[in-house]
């Protein structure tokens, strides 16, 4: 066992505090075992206490968004600091553009799926996404999964973590046509906004 992971099965033994530590240190880009592993445990042991379990859901969103905001900030002032010419566009800029937040939230809402989101977390802080607009979408995506993993175990016990191991693709499906729903209707927004404008011009 490596000394992160040890040290990340010591912070498990403080509960939801705990899950509180592994959620911020893990977010601010020290690799961590996944949150939604621990939180199942706490999930599964607190059967007949479910607030505790949504208690320790509650402090892996708070932990993740503080170690999110941290990251964010840290590459965005470090940008400042050692880059005075803008980023090159690059396909991976205009890619990011396109897609804007979506690429964000997708692997911040999908449990058990080993998406980057760090490298995501990153691009948006480099090319300067408005940091309300990310941390609205990280709120998000982290309310529907740390909440919606705590729920599941509740309901199916010790099966919840093999359930959403099993289906891990199926959650990444559903959560990328989320994702594009609220791309399309953020862009039907823009738009339809664009088009005020210029009828009021």
Same mark, same amino acid.
Not at 190 to 195: E, F, K, L, P, V
């Given at each position: 066992m490596s000394e992160l992971a040890?040290?990340?099965?010591?912070?498990?033994?403080?509960?939801?505090?705990?899950?509180?530590?592994?959620?911020?240190i893990d977010s601010m880009g020290i690799p961590l075992p996944a949150v939604d592993i621990f939180l199942v445990g706490i999930a599964v042991d607190s059967v007949r206490h479910p607030l505790r379990a949504y208690f320790a859901a509650a402090m892996a969103i708070v932990g993740s968004l503080i170690g999110n905001a941290i990251l964010y900030q840290?590459?965005?002032? #470090?940008? /400042?600091v050692f880059s005075k010419n803008k980023v090159d566009p690059g396909k991976f800029q205009a890619w990011f553009q396109r897609y804007g937040l979506l690429t964000v939230f997708v692997p911040a809402v999908t449990p058990f799926v080993p998406l980057p989101l760090k490298v995501f977390v990153i691009s948006a802080a480099a090319f300067r996404t408005r940091f309300v607009t990310f941390m609205a979408v990280m709120v998000t995506a982290r309310v529907i999964r740390y909440f919606g993993v705590a729920w599941l175990a509740l309901q199916? #016990?010790? /099966?919840a973590r093999g359930l959403l191991t099993r289906h891990g693709w199926t959650i990444l499906a559903v959560a990328i046509g989320i994702g594009h729903l609220f791309y399309v209707a953020?862009?039907?927004?823009?738009?339809?906004?664009?088009?005020?404008?210029?009828?009021?011009?």
């Open positions: 040890k040290f990340a099965a010591v912070l498990q033994t403080y509960g939801p505090w705990g899950i509180f530590g592994i959620a911020l840290a590459i965005q002032r #470090g940008r /400042d199916l #016990g010790a /099966d953020i862009r039907w927004s823009d738009r339809h906004r664009a088009s005020n404008d210029r009828l009021t011009i």
